[in-house]
């Protein structure tokens, strides 16, 4: 089956960045993807884009990973402080010694558009472009459910999400991703991790905060770290729900 990736980008001079997507998806269902990215583009409530850019391209079959999705478990956290702790704990689980200071340079991902690499242990930080960040991409979910197909048109944060923390923790040099969304409105965050899994945390920031980002932390070599680089941004992963 010939399979296309979509990347939709839309900013405008005010905003910047208003919102982004993509899929990968069967040739005969390119054109309807195209509309609803659209749509979803000229829909958001951070404002009206100038401009949206469509990047479609071709991929074989024979390049996509198939991951089965993360089991999903929940905690349920009141404020925003008892969930960091959350993290804290899961943090120490995983086996790592810094989890005070991971916890306190996670705020530094908040001012950048991708995801920071950071070095479990020594806390180093290994983008090769800091204000850039790592962007995991080309992924999506693989799915016959018409209902999961609508809801393209709407951002789904944790499907989204989902399907992104399976594509990471999946690389046997990451040890675990964190993430808060930058939606001023949305509070639920998650620490994933092939140990743990997708554990959401209902409560993880103050409501009304734009801040969010997200650490991929490593454990490995310079050369480990290049191929972990190289999969995050260039590896076709369609994640499958069972
Ligand atoms: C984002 O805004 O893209 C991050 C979404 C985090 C989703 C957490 C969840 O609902 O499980
Ligand atoms: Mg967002």
Redesign the pocket.
């Known amino acids: 089956m010939n399979r296309y990736s979509i990347k939709m980008r839309a900013s405008n001079k005010e905003e910047g960045h208003i919102s982004g997507a993509e899929k990968i998806i069967p040739e005969e269902e390119l054109e309807q993807y195209c509309t609803r990215l659209l749509a979803r583009a000229l829909q958001h409530s951070k404002g009206k884009p100038d401009f949206i850019n469509l990047k479609i391209e071709a991929i074989k079959e024979e390049e996509i990973l198939r991951l089965p999705a993360l089991p999903?478990t929940?905690v349920e956290t009141a404020s925003a402080e008892e969930g960091q702790a959350v993290v804290q704990d899961y943090l120490r689980r995983l086996g790592l010694a810094h989890t005070k200071e991971i916890l306190s340079i996670w705020q530094q991902s908040y001012a950048m558009r991708g995801a920071m690499l950071l070095h479990a242990d020594t806390l180093q930080r290994l983008e090769p472009d800091r204000a850039r960040g790592i962007r995991a991409t080309y992924m999506d979910l693989e799915t016959s459910d018409p209902a999961a197909k609508t809801a393209c048109s709407g951002?789904n944060?944790?499907n989204?999400?989902?399907v992104?923390a399976t594509k990471v923790v999946s690389h046997p040099n990451i040890v675990a991703e964190l993430?808060?969304?930058?939606?001023p409105d949305?509070v639920?965050?998650?620490i994933a991790s092939k140990q743990f899994g997708?554990v959401?945390i209902t409560t993880l920031k103050e409501m009304g905060s734009p801040q969010?980002g997200?650490i991929f932390l490593f454990r490995g070599n310079e050369q480990e770290c290049s191929a972990c680089i190289e999969y995050l941004q260039q590896q076709k992963v369609l994640v499958q729900r069972t």
């Open positions: 999903v929940t951002k944060h944790f989204e999400a989902l992104l993430c808060i969304s930058d939606d949305y639920t965050g998650y997708y959401r969010g997200r």
